[in-house]
């Protein structure tokens, strides 16, 4: 079985199944001043078992083999957080932030729901997203760590064309793989929409204001699902947990008052604080969404084929993306996304467009949890053998990923020397 990599864990942590156990814990293990449990190792292995759909009964030998797997690879994460902590390392907390909400939203995408990630992780989205927030905090040391190490090795044209010859029988075939551009528009409500909006939040405050209840006004107008059953609780937060702008009206509110209008990137809320205990807040809350219209999609839609026609005519792809996509990375890629093996292309809506597209075609305008596109399909090759005269830049990666994967093993029996481990064998 392949060495189980970090990175695999952090992702299986966070969108792994929990499995409840009632489990006699104990310390299997101890790293600098870290301790692994054994609900940890389990909870990882019976993870990554659901995760790989694998048919491996607890208790089993190979059950037994991987779950040692697991116990290294969690010794092997701790080990790199002890270095980033001596070496006094930082994360950029922008960057942190923006990986959590990605990270986030693409749970949500793959549960269906918010509520549906909730009733998965028993938790509310503010905990999930501190608790995903930690783990990707970890992610980012770990990555920081390694690049700091790694990031100038090097490797030879002798080195590659030996890693070549000595491994080309055992390398897979090249997928067929897709080169491709985009250009996003993002569906926008209208000023009537949000207006309309405004209008249901200032109707549902007025009521407040009567002296109605705020938790019944919550589970019949909130449209934050989650919240919305439980009265709008949000439960306790801390500072950084919720959105800014959502955080700097509640921080000022006095126990039981009710706030005005607070718009945010998911709409318009009223915020009750419950209780305040030092930086932690309990809040409720009532969520009107902006909503576009179908107007609005029509509007879109329309926007991208006069682009599209303007393309055909003769316009250049990269500078009609730069001028009018909505990609928040237009500005340095000009709508290029790059090279992916088709059938893993994780937008289905991208695989279903391009199976049917030619090197040079654009497509007519199509819907995501995005936003609506037109792709163009720059390249296309089938799948292949790999060899140096049409793969070297592949091969070459190989190479260097191999190289460094050595030099990785051997920097890491060096921190385990450096580095306090203690292993219960029991």
Do not use: C
């Amino acid at each position: 079985m392949k060495r189980i990599q970090l990175f695999i864990l952090l992702m299986l942590a966070i969108v792994g199944v929990v499995f409840p156990q009632q489990l006699v814990e104990s310390i299997e293990a101890i790293v600098d001043k870290e301790i692994i449990l054994r609900s940890e190792v389990e909870q990882f292995t019976q993870n990554y078992i659901v995760q790989n759909r694998l048919n491996i009964r607890p208790g089993s030998e190979e059950y037994n083999r991987l779950r040692k797997q697991m116990l290294e690879s969690l010794i092997e994460q701790k080990l790199l957080l002890a270095k980033a902590e001596a070496d006094t390392v930082k994360v950029d907390d922008q960057m942190l932030d923006q990986r959590v909400e990605e990270r986030i939203k693409y749970m949500i995408q793959q549960v269906g729901s918010q509520d549906k990630l909730e009733e998965i992780f028993g938790n509310s989205l503010s905990q999930i997203r501190k608790d995903t927030r930690k783990l990707i905090k970890e992610q980012m040391l770990v990555e920081q760590v390694r690049a700091m190490r790694f990031r100038d090795v090097k490797i030879s044209r002798r080195e590659v064309e030996e890693f070549y010859k000595t491994y080309k029988d055992s390398l897979p075939v090249r997928p067929a793989t897709v080169d491709i551009s985009h250009i996003l528009k993002v569906v926008r409500p209208s000023e009537e929409a949000q207006l309309k909006a405004y209008r249901k939040a200032e109707m549902i405050l007025e009521k407040l204001k009567n002296g109605e209840d705020f938790q019944k006004l919550a589970k019949l107008y909130s449209e934050d699902p989650a919240s919305a059953r439980r009265g709008g609780d949000l439960g306790f937060t801390q500072r950084g947990d919720l959105v800014p702008e959502y955080e700097a009206v509640a921080f000022n509110l006095k126990d039981g008052e009710i706030s005005g209008i607070v718009q945010t990137q998911f709409g318009f809320h009223i915020i009750q604080l419950i209780e305040r205990r030092g930086e932690r807040i309990h809040t409720r809350h009532i969520l009107i969404q902006v909503k576009p219209t179908a107007e609005d999609e029509k509007r879109v839609v329309q926007e991208l084929k006069e682009i599209r026609q303007k393309i055909l005519d003769g316009a250049d792809f990269s500078e009609m993306a730069l001028k009018y996509s909505d990609d928040e990375n237009v500005t340095k890629d000009k709508g290029h996304l790059g090279t992916f093996e088709l059938d893993k292309l994780q937008i289905p809506q991208f695989r279903q467009v391009l199976a049917t597209m030619k090197p040079g075609d654009i497509s007519e305008p199509f819907k995501t949890d995005y936003g609506y596109h037109i792709v163009k399909l720059n390249a296309m090759q089938e799948a292949h053998r790999f060899t140096l005269e049409n793969d070297w830049e592949q091969i070459e990666q190989m190479a260097l990923n191999f190289k460094m994967q050595k030099e990785y093993q051997k920097w890491l029996e060096k921190l385990k020397k450096e580095i306090f481990i203690k292993i219960n064998e029991s």
